[in-house]
């Protein structure tokens, strides 16, 4: 199993997203029984996991490790006091989060001092789809991207998920144009969430950060809190390198 072999795997799951061992092998030109044999010895490790249908997917070791480094010299430094005073000023729970596949990965959060609480567990993931942060990434990311994350089946987190792709599609459009992304009631059944991308020097999506809770501000995407959540990205997006085009 040479070093290489296993980068690659990796890339592949970590761009693409849970994908079949003949797809894994196809995409790569590598014989079935090689890659199979990689795939159980990198599963014996942590660093690859199977999915409820029998695909692979990158595993929580090595998700652990790349939040440690991010930890360490990234992004949730960049971001941690942002997401400090974008809770204070607008007295919502704020996040900030990255896509990994068809899944939404949280890094850090800022509670509020509100009655409630929103209790979201760092490292947990959630569907793409169903999150105003997912949306928010995944409208500007590459139309390839689109089509890894909307061709499979959608799940409902809740009866009000959005599971049309088509109906995605056109909702991402509108995100992309305005800038922020919303989610209402998609992921938690009476919790409405606005997000905004942060991209880095080159443009590239990083993550997204966001806030969420029950104020009707949000239902409503009151200016003060569409300019709070925008302003907050911007300001992220900036530490980490972004310029924004003239």
């Known amino acids: 199993m040479s ?9 592949h799951l970590a ?7 003949r797809g894994i092998a196809r995409e790569l030109g590598l014989p079935i029984g090689s890659v199979h044999r990689l795939l159980h010895a990198l599963e014996q490790q942590g660093a690859v996991e199977r999915t409820e249908s029998d695909e692979w997917t990158v595993g929580r070791r090595v998700l652990e490790l790349a939040g440690a ?16 005073q974008l809770s204070e000023r607008t007295g919502q729970t704020a996040f900030l ?14 509670q509020t001092s509100a009655h409630v609480q929103l209790y979201v567990e760092l490292g947990a993931r959630r569907p793409v789809h169903s999150t105003a942060l997912g949306k928010a990434m995944l ?6 991207v689109h089509d890894e994350v909307l061709g499979g089946p959608l799940a409902a987190v809740t009866e009000h998920t959005i599971t049309d792709p088509e109906l995605l599609r056109r909702q991402l459009v509108t995100v ?4 922020y992304a919303t989610d209402r009631d998609e992921s938690a059944v009476g919790i409405c969430c606005l997000a905004a991308p942060v991209l880095d020097h080159l443009g590239h999506v990083a993550g997204a950060v966001s806030i969420a809770g029950v104020d009707p501000r949000l239902r409503a995407e009151a200016p003060s809190m569409v ?5 907050a990205a911007g300001q992220i997006s900036g530490r980490i390198g972004y310029s924004a085009p003239a």
């Open 97 to 110: 989060a990255v896509r990994s596949g068809a899944e939404v990965v949280y890094l850090d959060k800022v």
């Open 227 to 231: 300019q709070a959540i925008t302003g």
């Open 139 to 144: 409208a500007f990311a590459a139309e390839q």
């Open 3 to 11: 070093v290489e072999r296993t980068f690659s795997v990796l890339e």
């Open 69 to 84: 480094q991010l930890e360490r010299i990234g992004l949730p430094k960049a971001a941690r006091p942002v997401l400090e």
């Open 15 to 21: 761009r693409s997203g849970p994908s079949s061992l």
């Open 176 to 179: 992309r144009d305005r800038g």
